[in-house]
T-cell receptor, first 114, second 112 residues
């Protein structure tokens, strides 16, 4: 996990508010993957981004969720109008994107929606 | 990506070897076997991966059967800090997306 930063580590929101989760890759990494882990479940892939491009968003809910990875700065997972079912741990993983390359995970953001 | 089957839980005595099995009978020739673990809601930690040869690093050894339909992760001297959920994942090495598909894993409980 060394090097992949996520913040905040814990986030509390009320229903209807917006949540912004940030992921700063390890040095030299330009590919970011977001995963969600609902309580008592395994991790589920959400979205895969390179700098300024979404490569695979097959796991993203169709509404309220969006992700970006700008040229400068961290990747951001944005959840609009949060609902209680969005309460989960959100992890990002990063790598350089080469074939077969290992993904390294951050410590996660725990989102609690009241 | 091929599916994997793992026992839901295992116990191991501290100091003994922990052998965690994984079945992946539908694995394709270009799919790798990866192992990650997750210690109590922390971010998953990469352990090891392999294609067809056995692999060893400072954390563990990976034994892949000759037909590649199953593998075993070996922690040679388990400690209490190895208590975690261990995930076996098979995936294509490269391509348009490198997403990992996690199953339910094996909860390894190392007993003092």
């Amino acid at each position: 996990n060394a090097g992949v930063m996520q913040n905040p580590r814990h986030l509390v929101r009320r229903r209807g508010q917006e949540a912004r989760l940030r992921c700063s890759p390890m040095k030299g990494h330009s590919h970011v993957y977001w995963y969600r882990q609902l309580p008592e479940e395994g991790l589920k892939f959400m979205v895969y981004l390179q700098k300024e491009n979404i490569i695979d968003e097959s796991g993203m809910p169709k509404e309220r969720f969006s992700a970006e990875f700008p040229k400068e700065g961290p990747s951001i997972l944005r959840i609009q109008q949060v609902v209680r079912g969005d309460s989960a741990a959100y992890f990002c993983a990063t790598n350089r994107g080469a074939p077969k390359e290992t993904q390294y995970f951050g410590p996660g953001t725990r989102l609690l929606v009241l | 990506d091929a599916k994997t089957t793992q026992p839901p839980s295992m116990d191991c005595a501290e100091g003994r070897a922990a052998n965690l099995p994984c079945n992946h009978s539908t694995i394709s020739g270009n799919e790798y076997v990866y192992w990650y673990r997750q210690i109590h809601s922390q971010g998953p930690q990469y352990i090891i991966h392999g294609l067809k040869n056995n692999e060893t690093n400072e954390m563990a050894s990976l034994i892949i059967t000759e037909d590649r339909k199953s593998s075993t992760l070996i922690l040679p001297h388990a400690t209490l800090r190895d208590t975690a959920v261990y995930y076996c994942i098979v995936r294509v090495g490269g391509g348009a997306t490198n997403k990992l598909i996690f199953g339910t894993g094996t909860l390894l409980a190392v007993q003092p």
